[in-house]
């Protein structure tokens, strides 16, 4: 099966809200098909890892690939050469297409959280602003498979734990919809 078919195939799984029963991350849009610029960062995560804080971008959503691309781009770009960090922040970035971007990836600490949180954690955000609206199903469900794939594939560990942003930071992020609504996934841990 050819990539852009896999990825249609998991989108559409997300879309039906079957994509959590994968046991593999399904399709995750990797930094050469979203056209990354090459990292430089090197400090590697220490696995498995325990902890999972969740964000929003606050910026433009995204409803397709080729938007959810750009916007990947986009974050890209202002954190690393309007920052001037090592690469985008984020290990993951979730977009309302209902696919997943990868950022730093598994294994590269990111720059997400704040100097405690970022070397003991996954940064995942979703690509948009949700003070006032939710994401779609199909990207809450994308970034609930790649939290089970996380755990299956032993990046995080089985009772790894999930904080929002403000969680962890003094910030509005990830958002007053999105917030309630990642503290009832079952794996949720506030302060």
Not at 66 to 75: K, T
Request: with cysteine; proline share 5%; hydrophobic share 35%.
């Amino acid at each position: 099966m050819s990539r852009r078919c896999a990825l249609l195939v998991w989108a559409l799984l997300a879309l039906l809200g079957l994509g959590a029963a994968q046991k593999d991350c399904g399709p995750i849009v990797s930094r050469q098909e979203w056209k990354a610029l090459a990292s430089r960062c090197s400090q590697r995560l220490r696995q498995p890892v325990r902890y999972v804080v969740v964000s929003h971008t606050a910026g433009n959503v995204c409803g397709t690939p080729a938007s959810c691309q750009q916007q990947a781009r986009n974050v890209q770009y202002y954190h690393a050469q309007q920052l001037g960090w090592c690469d985008v922040g984020y290990n993951f970035l979730i977009g309302e297409d209902g696919l997943v971007y990868e950022g730093r990836g598994w294994n590269t600490v990111g720059a997400h959280s704040g100097a405690t949180w970022n070397p003991i954690s996954i940064g995942i955000s979703f690509m948009g602003n949700y003070m006032d609206r939710v994401p779609p199903a199909r990207a809450l469900s994308a970034a609930q498979s790649l939290l089970a794939c996380g755990a299956a594939q032993g990046y995080l560990t089985p009772n790894y734990e999930v904080k929002g942003h403000r969680d962890v930071q003094q910030t509005l992020s990830p958002g007053n919809q999105l917030y309630k609504i990642i503290q009832q996934w079952p794996h949720y841990r506030g302060v």
